[in-house]
């Protein structure tokens, strides 16, 4: 059973870095998408950006300026920094696994259980 | 890129059957969408993907065969029956566009599903 494991600060000042990171525990590291997305409270899911095991990056435009998806495949893990962080940053981010293939690129099948960040000064 | 549009809630009694939908921007009427439940203070699970043609792949782990999809023009439909206090979620469609530097994933803003 695959298993995300995530963590990282959870307060931040305005103007601060996040930097969150996401183990993956069991299964396959090369063969999938690794993603992180995140949900302002009462809000709905947005798609923060993703990377695969050789380092290949997709962003969100909106956020793409502040953004940055990295790997360390030797730990079977990725990480998330998000700078110049505000409080319209605060939101529960999670990592999630990206499915490969023709028919199911992208779904995503495995979740972290988020991480709470708030933004406050 | 487009739009997927979800009604905020939705009801339903226990036993009942109950059809959430998620509506896509003109244009995008071949676009497949992935639901995911969204479980009280729990991270998100995905559910199956749907396109026109129907199902898409399997379903998630888990996911009871009370669950099914349709899809039909822009709309990208999920139907439970026999409604179980389980059930009671947020529900989240998305989907993907875009190929390379211009890949992106895009959410509708969730429905929430309460079970009477």
């Known amino acids: 059973q695959v298993q995300l494991q995530q963590w990282g600060a959870g307060l931040l000042k305005p103007s601060e870095t996040l930097s969150l990171t996401c183990v993956v525990d069991?299964?396959?590291?090369?063969?999938?998408?690794w993603s992180w997305i995140r949900q302002p409270p009462g809000k709905g899911l947005e798609w923060i950006g993703e990377i695969n095991h050789s380092g290949s990056t997709k962003y969100n435009p909106s956020l793409e300026s502040r953004v940055t998806i990295s790997v360390d495949t030797s730990k079977n893990q990725f990480s998330l920094n998000l700078s110049s962080m505000t409080a319209a940053d605060t939101a529960v981010y999670y990592c999630a696994r990206g499915k490969t293939g023709t028919t199911m690129r992208g779904a995503m099948d495995v979740w972290g259980k988020g991480t709470t960040v708030t933004v406050s000064s | 890129q487009p739009v997927l549009t979800q009604p905020p809630s939705a009801s339903a009694s226990l036993g009942a059957s109950v059809t959430l939908t998620c509506t896509l921007s003109n244009g995008y009427s071949n676009y497949k969408v992935d639901w995911y439940q969204q479980r009280p203070g729990k991270g998100p699970h995905f559910v199956m993907r749907v396109g026109t043609g129907g199902i898409v792949g399997s379903k998630g782990d888990g996911i009871p065969d009370r669950f099914s999809v349709l899809g039909s023009g822009l709309n990208r439909y999920l139907t439970i029956k026999n409604i179980q206090e389980e059930d009671e979620s947020d529900y989240h469609c998305?989907?993907?566009?875009?190929?390379?530097?211009?890949?992106?994933?895009?959410f509708g803003g969730g429905t929430k599903l309460t079970v009477l």
């Open positions: 069991g299964g396959s590291f090369s063969d999938y998408y």
């Open positions: 998305g989907a993907d566009h875009g190929s390379g530097s211009n890949f992106l994933k895009v």
